[in-house]
């Protein structure tokens, strides 16, 4: 089996911690020029615009020259290009760095700020920043934490051992502990493992249990818990056994206590608009424990972060930061 050769490394520097965007031209089709292929390629950018870019000499080759407007269609040709990044409203949260070493950065990343870049969250995640701060270009994330949910997360330095870290995740042999604020039910019988078959379908927001194998476990306990004029609150303990989409949120919701602040579950709220930082969801990455595969250390991490319906709740509940 032939290995494939790896594309040629960008000529362009990132631009605010992102990466320039990479098009290989496919093997064969109609074009006669590469401003032909680019513009039906990326005919979502609108009339006229790719145009203008060539026109810039924004479109480089892997020599970082400018692609001229009339270069002719090359098959497998590698194209870059630093793409128009979305007006964004800064999460005002700082994120923390726990760990750092030469192979591994460990984050505490606070609520609403997505991990890596996608959708319209792009510079205000937590891979643009880091790479900014720490001045760490190659920096790569090992998993992903939900852009509610705050607490830990795990970065490579070297993109040569990127693959060794995310084994650790795809072969469940990262020990990870997440912390919740939800209602107590004094009725539910806890400690107790859920099991169920949770689907995630391509552009459903929520995630649903369905009949089958079960594809999802989770360990729930009750912490502690507070009794309330209007709700009695419940601090939990949540130790996945397995990675599903919303998984965690998607069992609480089950046990008839979902976690507060959360706008999927148990019923798909109204959009929450870009700026509104208010009654973040509740739940919290706490802990992160491996051994590591590169140096063979112990680590085990903890998120120095509280959660504010349990500190605060009337301050929380009446969305006052």
């Given amino acids: 089996m032939r290995r494939r050769t790896p594309p040629p490394p960008s000529p362009l520097p990132q631009r605010d911690g992102i990466d320039a965007v990479r098009v290989r031209l496919p093997a064969a089709g109609p074009w006669s020029t590469v ?7 990326l005919s979502g ?3 006229g615009v790719v145009g203008g870019m060539f026109d810039a000499g924004l479109f480089v080759g892997a020599d970082g020259r400018a692609v001229p407007s009339d270069a002719p269609y090359e098959p497998g040709m ?30 505490d990343k606070p609520h609403f700020l997505a991990t890596t870049p996608r959708g319209g969250h ?5 891979l643009a920043r880091l790479r900014r701060e720490l ?27 990127r693959g060794a870290y995310q084994g650790l995740f795809r072969d469940r042999r990262v020990r990870k502990e997440y912390e919740a604020v939800a209602p107590n039910d004094p009725a539910l019988v806890l400690p107790r493992t859920v099991r169920s078959r949770i689907l995630k379908e391509r552009g459903v927001l929520a995630a649903r249990e369905i009949e089958g194998e079960p594809n999802a476990v989770s360990r729930v306990e009750l912490i502690e818990r507070r009794p309330g004029p209007d709700l009695d609150l419940g601090r939990y303990r949540l130790v996945p056994g397995t990675g599903q989409t919303h998984q965690l949120r998607v069992h609480m919701t089950a046990l008839g206590v979902p ?23 509740q739940l919290l990455a706490r802990e992160l424990g491996f051994t ?8 085990r991490f903890r998120s120095g972060r509280s959660l504010d319906a349990w500190t605060a709740y009337e301050d929380w509940a009446a969305g006052r930061q």
């Avoid at 290009?81 to 760990?99: K, N």
Wanted: hydrophobic share 40%.
């Fill in 259 to 281: 976690i507060l602040g959360d706008p999927l579950y148990p019923e798909v709220t109204d959009p929450v608009p870009a700026g509104d930082f208010r009654r973040p969801l």
């Fill in 78 to 107: 590698f194209v870059w290009f630093h793409r128009e990044l979305p007006a964004e409203v800064p999460v005002p949260f700082p994120l923390e760095v726990v760990y750092r070493d030469e192979h591994i950065v460990v984050a």
């Fill in 35 to 41: 401003r032909e292929h680019l513009t039906e390629r």
């Fill in 292 to 299: 590591d595969p590169v140096t063979g250390r112990e680590h």
């Fill in 135 to 161: 001045g760490v270009p190659a920096l790569g994330a090992a998993h992903r934490l939900d852009r509610l949910t705050a607490g830990l997360v795990l970065f490579t330095v070297r993109p040569e051992e």
């Fill in 45 to 47: 950018a609108g009339a």
């Fill in 122 to 126: 792009v510079t205000e995640t937590v």
